[in-house]
């Protein structure tokens, strides 16, 4: 949604591996955040970041990582430590306090 | 931390009733955002309020912004198919999201 790509839409990881799911953005936006969607619930954050080489933890960040090295780039690292990782995944960029734009999202799957 | 709330969960109605969903701050917000999230989508941005009672209207959807600037609703007039999805509201600062509203439309 209006130059917020996410990748890949479908991922599947065997258990005790970790995956990067990948997030990118051409709006110039300074802040991005990380959410978690679980079937029929709302969005709960994970981690975001407002400016290049520094992020927050959000409400359930145990057993994910994040880096911000570019301000167009917030990649979403899913460990082996994240007991329940089957969901989907969403990331969004905003001006700070502005409005935000969400990739299509990634479903992830452990199988 | 800040702790937004929605009611209802769910919401099943003919098409042609009216709809409301109503979100509530345990803090004041500086301002509020609702987002509608279709079936297998993604939430898109419908609207922003900023101010204590602000009052906006989009065709059919009408959103306020309590005085005490804690709670918000929005009000759907003679649903439609099209109507069905999650409304989320979000406290802009650090979008943190309501649990939304499942709005299922029968025709």
């Known amino acids: 949604d209006g130059g917020i790509t996410q990748s890949p839409k479908y991922l599947f990881r065997k258990e005790g591996q970790n995956v990067t799911l990948s997030c990118e953005q051409n709006?110039?936006?300074?802040?991005m955040y990380w959410y978690r969607q679980d079937p029929g619930q709302g969005l709960r954050l994970i981690y975001y970041s407002q400016i290049v080489n520094d992020f927050q933890k959000g409400d359930i960040a145990e057993g994910y990582s994040v880096s911000r090295e570019k301000k167009e780039s917030f990649p979403l690292t899913v460990t082996s430590a994240q007991k329940n990782p089957t969901a989907f995944y969403l990331c969004?960029?905003?001006?700070?306090?502005?409005?935000?734009?969400f990739g299509q999202g990634t479903r992830l799957t452990v199988v | 931390g800040q702790q937004v709330m929605q009611i209802p969960q769910y919401q099943h109605v003919q098409e042609g009733e009216d709809f409301t969903t109503y979100c509530n701050s345990s803090?004041?917000?500086?301002?509020i955002q609702w987002y509608k999230q279709r079936p297998g989508g993604h939430p898109v941005f419908l609207i922003q309020l900023v101010k204590s009672g602000e009052v906006k209207k989009q065709k059919r959807l009408t959103f306020q912004f309590g005085e005490a600037k804690k709670n918000s609703s929005l009000h759907i007039t003679a649903t439609q198919t099209t109507d069905v999805g999650t409304y989320f509201c979000s406290s802009a600062r650090q979008l943190t999201f309501g649990s939304g509203t499942q709005l299922t439309v029968l025709p």
């Open positions: 709006l110039n936006h300074d802040a």
């Open positions: 969004a960029s905003s001006i700070v306090s502005g409005k935000a734009f």
């Open positions: 803090t004041t917000l500086s301002n």
